[in-house]
């Protein structure tokens, strides 16, 4: 199974064990001064350990002036022993491992202090950023080379040299951002000058077999007068003339919506990109690795097969699961936890300032492998755990992998609550899939479930429990407003269920996750529709790169959005809403009220826990309706302390 997956292939001298490369991701897991800290290589070693061929290092500054602080860096001698501490951990448990050198150019500017380094004067919020100077160019080029050299002592068994995502490099090579005049700009020759003259730096200061990476992007997405993907190949075979032997195929930049490729969201279809790359890899004769959205080792095997790509990225299918490879090696693939695109712990993560290191829904101990080790209970409990969202049965399952005896009761006929729901709206069907798989990840570990039978204070009483779990989720939202009971009044549940249909002109009230989603699944229905949202704008509980996916949706159904309106009355013919201190009336024939959702009321529950002096705890939707991220988290965290 999977052959060409788990065939080993050598570079120069670097041979892999399989085509599976983990890819330099964002952590914010590097120490405050840029230097490998153990929680990285924590990180890192149990990818290893899963299986995985290749591991590549975060992105690794290469020029200190510009480096901004919590990320890697490789540009002075002091933290080579860092470095070196990484590579020793991957070679020990079995991995190769490469460093990916880079110049952020504006993603520096998450650091304040860190000098912004730009291919030509750009204006930012009306600040103009000047282009950088001939002489730093050269001492960037310098600085590659210097951080190539100090990769080589520390042990890597690869460098990667990132040329995409308009960091510095991509920067010069595009036109739609180099506007210059001189030695480094105008013609496509000149603006290759600089990443070859990086890349020729980086092959001076490493052996000959040891084999150049280079990231790039297929192609300028959004961009006037961008990089085409005949641009691409036409660069590449310069690139290998210069000392590449590997196209890490890429999409995206930080400048327009083509962000959205960076880290692409369950919105973006599985392997996206991979089209792109075959085209890059027959024009250049190159080895190549496909990129984009490859997260099951069927897709991985097929992109292999049809001679698409030579290896395959499989990051945030690592995130999910560090045991991914080894469980596809071995056929466990009901084991798999499948990454679903959601981006709300690896990117939303990332970019949140308020959020320590990176983490994952599916994986709640991403960033914590030094802990992960379930530990068994030291005497077995008998849990009650009321109500079987993906909430409940994470807490179930970790229970019963650690020797306790939950039993989980669900009111509805089905396992995995409002997850389902969510997974009914459009491109979202993965979503599904993973809310049924805890369900079937119960099952298979012999979690004890009853199905159409709602906890009750009853229920609590008579039952020989030592502990009860209290997750039985959150219920929409029903304003009180004149209307609001008429027979053309639905809520975005149970149109997202199918238990109702609205048709016709429909108003959804709410432009929240949920109200854009229903908008969306309603107009592919046939609806027209408008969103009414009371705050400035829609989609503001969205991640950045969901919302960038859903607006362009929004558009391209040519659904209305009305923001800084409220919701008055529903009426005969349609809706009142106040705008702007006047009153108006808008027409439709259905409304769809979207406007959030809060817990269900569980009062009677802790009251019949605390009547029997049971430990309780209430978790998920239940304590606040919210992310499922944090739902999940917080599930598995209180069934390990259990």
């Keep these: 199974m999977f052959e060409k997956l788990f065939e080993p292939l050598k570079i120069r001298g670097m041979e892999v064990k399989n085509r599976i490369v983990l890819p330099?991701?964002?952590?914010?897991?590097?120490?405050?001064?840029?230097?490998?800290?153990?929680?990285?290589?924590?990180?890192?070693?149990?990818?290893?350990?899963?299986?995985?061929?290749?591991?590549?290092?975060?992105?690794?500054?290469?020029?200190?002036?510009?480096?901004?602080?919590?990320?890697?860096?490789?540009?002075?001698?002091?933290?080579?022993?860092?470095?070196?501490?990484?590579?020793?951990?991957?070679?020990?448990?079995?991995?190769?491992?490469?460093?990916?050198?880079?110049?952020?150019?504006?993603?520096?500017?998450?650091?304040?202090?860190?000098?912004?380094?730009?291919?030509?004067?750009?204006?930012?919020?009306?600040?103009?950023?000047?282009?950088?100077?001939?002489?730093?160019?050269?001492?960037?080029?310098?600085?590659?080379?210097?951080?190539?050299?100090?990769?080589?002592?520390?042990?890597?068994?690869?460098?990667?040299?990132?040329?995409?995502?308009?960091?510095?490099?991509?920067?010069?090579?595009?036109?739609?951002?180099?506007?210059?005049?001189?030695?480094?700009?105008?013609?496509?020759?000149?603006?290759?000058?600089?990443?070859?003259?990086?890349?020729?730096?980086?092959?001076?200061?490493?052996?000959?077999?040891?084999?150049?990476?280079?990231?790039?992007?297929?192609?300028?997405?959004?961009?006037?007068?961008?990089?085409?993907?005949?641009?691409?190949?036409?660069?590449?075979?310069?690139?290998?003339?210069?000392?590449?032997?590997?196209?890490?195929?890429?999409?995206?930049?930080?400048?327009?919506?083509?962000?959205?490729?960076?880290?692409?969201?369950?919105?973006?279809?599985?392997?996206?990109?991979?089209?792109?790359?075959?085209?890059?890899?027959?024009?250049?004769?190159?080895?190549?690795?496909?990129?984009?959205?490859?997260?099951?080792?069927?897709?991985?095997?097929?992109?292999?097969?049809?001679?698409?790509?030579?290896?395959?990225?499989?990051?945030?299918?690592?995130?999910?699961?560090?045991?991914?490879?080894?469980?596809?090696?071995?056929?466990?693939?009901?084991?798999?936890?499948?990454?679903?695109?959601?981006?709300?712990?690896?990117?939303?993560?990332?970019?949140?300032?308020?959020?320590?290191?990176?983490?994952?829904?599916?994986?709640?101990?991403?960033?914590?492998?030094?802990?992960?080790?379930?530990?068994?209970?030291?005497?077995?409990?008998?849990?009650?755990?009321?109500?079987?969202?993906?909430a409940g049965l994470e807490a179930a399952c970790i229970l019963k992998q650690r020797g306790h005896m939950p039993v989980v009761y669900e009111a509805s006929d089905t396992l995995g609550g409002q997850f389902v729901t969510a997974g009914r709206a459009p491109r979202k069907e993965e979503m599904k899939a993973a809310a049924e798989s805890y369900g079937e990840k119960a099952k298979r570990l012999g979690v004890e479930i009853h199905l159409q039978t709602p906890v009750t204070a009853q229920l609590i009483a008579d039952g020989s429990w030592d502990e009860v779990i209290l997750a039985i989720g959150a219920e929409p939202i029903h304003l009180r407003i004149p209307g609001a009971d008429r027979s053309n009044v639905y809520n975005s549940h149970d149109i997202l269920n199918k238990k109702v249909k609205a048709e016709g002109h429909v108003a959804v009230i709410g432009g929240g996750l949920v109200g854009v989603e229903t908008a969306e699944f309603l107009s592919e229905q046939g609806c027209q529709v408008t969103v009414i949202e009371m705050m400035d704008a829609v989609a503001k509980d969205l991640g950045a790169l969901r919302k960038i996916c859903v607006m362009e949706s929004l558009y391209m159904h040519h659904i209305e959005t009305v923001v800084n309106t409220s919701l008055k009355a529903v009426s005969e013919h349609g809706i009142l809403v106040e705008q702007e201190g006047c009153e108006k009336e808008i027409v439709c024939d259905s409304v769809v009220m979207a406007v959030g959702a809060k817990a269900r009321e569980h009062e009677a529950l802790v009251q019949a826990c605390e009547s029997k002096q049971l430990p309780y705890h209430i978790i998920g939707d239940a304590k606040q309706a919210r992310r499922a991220l944090q739902a999940i988290a917080e599930a598995h965290e209180i069934a390990r302390q259990l």
Excluded at 162 to 171: A, D, E, I, Q
């Design 24 to 390: 330099a991701m964002g952590t914010k897991m590097a120490a405050e001064d840029g230097a490998v800290t153990q929680q990285i290589i924590d990180y890192q070693v149990a990818r290893v350990k899963g299986g995985c061929g290749l591991n590549l290092s975060e992105v690794c500054a290469v020029h200190a002036p510009s480096a901004p602080r919590k990320f890697l860096a490789l540009h002075n001698d002091s933290y080579i022993p860092s470095h070196r501490a990484f590579c020793d951990a991957i070679h020990e448990a079995g991995g190769k491992c490469g460093v990916q050198l880079w110049q952020g150019s504006l993603a520096a500017s998450m650091d304040p202090k860190a000098r912004i380094l730009v291919a030509s004067d750009l204006n930012v919020h009306g600040y103009t950023i000047p282009a950088v100077d001939v002489e730093t160019i050269e001492e960037v080029v310098a600085c590659f080379g210097a951080a190539a050299k100090r990769a080589v002592e520390a042990g890597y068994d690869c460098v990667e040299f990132h040329c995409g995502h308009n960091y510095l490099p991509h920067s010069f090579l595009s036109p739609a951002f180099n506007h210059r005049e001189d030695a480094y700009g105008g013609t496509f020759e000149k603006r290759c000058k600089f990443p070859l003259d990086c890349i020729r730096a980086i092959r001076e200061n490493i052996p000959q077999d040891m084999p150049l990476l280079m990231r790039l992007d297929a192609q300028d997405d959004y961009l006037e007068n961008g990089l085409t993907i005949e641009d691409v190949i036409r660069y590449c075979k310069l690139a290998k003339e210069a000392g590449v032997d590997v196209l890490d195929i890429s999409r995206g930049n930080m400048i327009t919506a083509g962000l959205k490729y960076e880290v692409p969201p369950i919105d973006i279809p599985k392997g996206f990109n991979v089209d792109n790359c075959a085209k890059i890899r027959k024009e250049t004769g190159m080895l190549c690795i496909a990129v984009g959205r490859i997260n099951t080792p069927f897709l991985a095997e097929e992109i292999l097969e049809q001679d698409k790509a030579d290896l395959v990225v499989m990051g945030r299918a690592q995130l999910a699961d560090a045991q991914f490879c080894n469980k596809a090696k071995e056929g466990r693939l009901q084991d798999i936890v499948y990454c679903i695109g959601c981006d709300q712990g690896c990117y939303d993560g990332f970019t949140d300032p308020g959020v320590p290191f990176i983490t994952c829904m599916r994986n709640p101990y991403l960033g914590k492998e030094a802990q992960d080790q379930l530990i068994p209970a030291q005497k077995p409990k008998r849990v009650l755990v009321a109500g079987g969202g993906v």
